[in-house]
């Protein structure tokens, strides 16, 4: 009954050791060898919530950011076909626009701390390689390159929309939301 009461207290340590420093990894039940065959039940712990919050804040923001630059690039890869043509007023318009949303995803991927894609150097010759040869097609072909793109973006901002309010973390992410749904409304008006 001693050795019970002793591995019982060696779990509920060990348990909040692993609670102090972070998610659970593995840690190994001491009294699973000794006690019962049952694998170690898997708790979750404040921190494992916190870390998948963060995650999910992260995704967001990193793919929104690697959205709104590559919108951008776009239009800069239009304008660098159509710049001096009947169209560009238009096109620069809309550039504007695209600017103000990366510039705001610039904003909040410094504000929270998330690291862009690695992959983002790649993404913006790609968008700009997309928006210059639709370009080189025509104005039709631009233009249908720049509906789909921006609706596209506001299914994946209203896919995003969905999820935090399914989660119910509307006041934890607030601002974020703000600015979701400001853009769903500006590119789908």
């Known amino acids: 009954n001693e050795y019970k009461s002793y591995l019982s207290m ?12 972070g998610k659970r990894r593995n840690v190994i039940n001491p009294s699973s060898r000794f006690l019962s065959s049952d694998p170690p039940q898997d708790e979750e712990y404040p921190s494992d919530k916190y ?15 690697a959205g709104e630059v590559g919108a951008n690039d776009i239009y800069a890869g239009q304008m660098a076909i159509l710049g001096r043509t009947k169209d560009a007023p238009v096109i620069r318009h809309m550039w504007d626009q695209e ?42 072909a631009a233009m249908a390159c720049t509906v789909a793109v921006e609706d596209t973006i506001v299914q994946h901002y209203t896919d995003q929309i969905r999820e935090i309010i ?24």
């Open 166 to 189: 399914d989660q119910g973390k509307e006041e934890e992410y607030k601002e974020v939301l703000e600015v979701m749904k400001l853009y769903v409304v500006a590119d789908d008006g």
């Open 51 to 65: 870390q998948r919050e963060e995650e999910m804040m992260q995704r967001f923001l990193r793919v929104d950011h």
């Open 10 to 21: 060696l779990r509920r340590n060990l348990a909040e050791s692993v609670r102090c420093f």
């Open 99 to 140: 600017k103000v949303h990366r510039d705001k995803m610039n904003e909040l991927v410094l504000r929270y701390r998330i690291r862009p894609t690695l992959l983002l150097p790649l993404w913006r010759v790609a968008g700009f390689t997309l928006g210059a040869g639709t370009a080189l097609l025509g104005k039709e």
